[in-house]
C-alpha cells in the first residue's frame, strides 16, 4: 500500500498530514476488520493461560486480576485500557516518590527494578502477557493490534508538536518500537519509531510487526 508522503519541519523533524492519514479508508477499514477478527481468535485460543495468570495473580495478594486504567487514543480520545495487573494494589498513588528513579528521558516512565511489581507480575511483564487483555480493547475499536502505544493523561501533557503526532492513528497493543528497541532507548527516540511506522504503515509492515512480537514474546527482548 501506499506510504505516507514525507515532508519535514524547519528543524528537519518529519511531520505528517493528517488529512493524508484519514484518507487512507480502505487500509483504515480492512486493518480494523482483521483486528477484530484475530483478536476474537486470540482471546479463545488464549483462554486457558487467561485462567491460569488470572489464578496466580488471585492467588499473590488477593487482589483485582485485571488493572484499568485511562489513556489517550486516536486524536487524543480519552478510552479504558486493560491490563492483567502486574503491580501492587496502590501502585498509581507511589509513582510520585519514584519520579526521580525514572531511567527514560522525555513524557515516560520506566525503571527496570520498579519496587510496585509483584512477583507474578515481574514474569508476565518479562514475556509481555500482562498486556493480552489489550485484545478486548480492540474488539471495542479503541486499540489496533498494531500501532504506538497509547499514553497517559499526564504524559501528553508534555508532549511536543513533534510528539502529537503519535496521537494521528489509533494506538495499538504492539509497534515498531515493541519489536526493535524497546527500553534501550529513551522517549525521543520511540516518537521517532512510531512516525515512522505511520509513515509506512499497511498491512505488510503490520503483519512483519505481528510476526516479530510473537518472537518477542517467545524470546524477551528487555521487557520490564
Same mark, same amino acid.
Given at each position: 500500500? $501506499? ?28 486493518? $480494523? ?15 486457558? %493461560? ?18 484499568? #486504567? ?12 486493560? $491490563? ?61 493490534? @498494531? ?8 504524559? @501528553? ?7 502529537? #503526532? ?11 518500537? #515493541? ?13 521517532? %519509531? ?5 509513515? #509506512? ?8 510487526? %505481528?510476526?516479530?512480537?510473537?518472537? @518477542?514474546?517467545? $524470546? ?5
Amino acid at each position: 500500500m $501506499k506510504s505516507i508522503n514525507e515532508a519535514h519541519n524547519e528543524a528537519g523533524e518529519q511531520v505528517l498530514n493528517q488529512e493524508e492519514i484519514d484518507s487512507r479508508i480502505i487500509y483504515r477499514t480492512v486493518k $480494523k476488520m482483521l483486528d477484530k477478527f484475530f483478536s476474537a481468535i486470540a482471546l479463545i485460543v488464549l483462554s486457558p %493461560l487467561f485462567l491460569i495468570v488470572s489464578l496466580l495473580i488471585k492467588h499473590e495478594d488477593h487482589g483485582p486480576v485485571f488493572y484499568v #486504567q485511562q489513556r489517550i487514543g486516536r486524536n487524543g480520545k480519552i478510552f479504558n485500557m486493560y $491490563k492483567f495487573r502486574s503491580m501492587v494494589i496502590n501502585a498509581d498513588q507511589n509513582i510520585d516518590k519514584l519520579e526521580k528513579q525514572n531511567e527514560v528521558d522525555g513524557a515516560m516512565f520506566k525503571m527496570r527494578d520498579d519496587p510496585r511489581v509483584t512477583h507474578v507480575g515481574r514474569v508476565i511483564r518479562k514475556y509481555s502477557i500482562d498486556e493480552l487483555p489489550q485484545l478486548l480493547n480492540v474488539l471495542q475499536g479503541n486499540m489496533a493490534l @498494531v500501532g504506538p502505544r497509547p499514553p497517559l493523561e499526564r504524559e @501528553v501533557k508534555e508532549y511536543t508538536k513533534y510528539d502529537m #503526532q503519535r496521537l494521528m492513528v489509533t494506538p495499538g497493543c504492539t509497534g515498531l518500537w #515493541q519489536v526493535t528497541e524497546r527500553n534501550s532507548v529513551g522517549f525521543h527516540e520511540m516518537v521517532n %519509531l512510531d512516525i515512522s511506522y505511520i509513515q #509506512q504503515s499497511g498491512l505488510l509492515f503490520d503483519f512483519s510487526i %505481528l510476526f516479530k512480537t510473537i518472537w @518477542v514474546m517467545i $524470546k524477551p527482548n528487555d521487557a520490564y
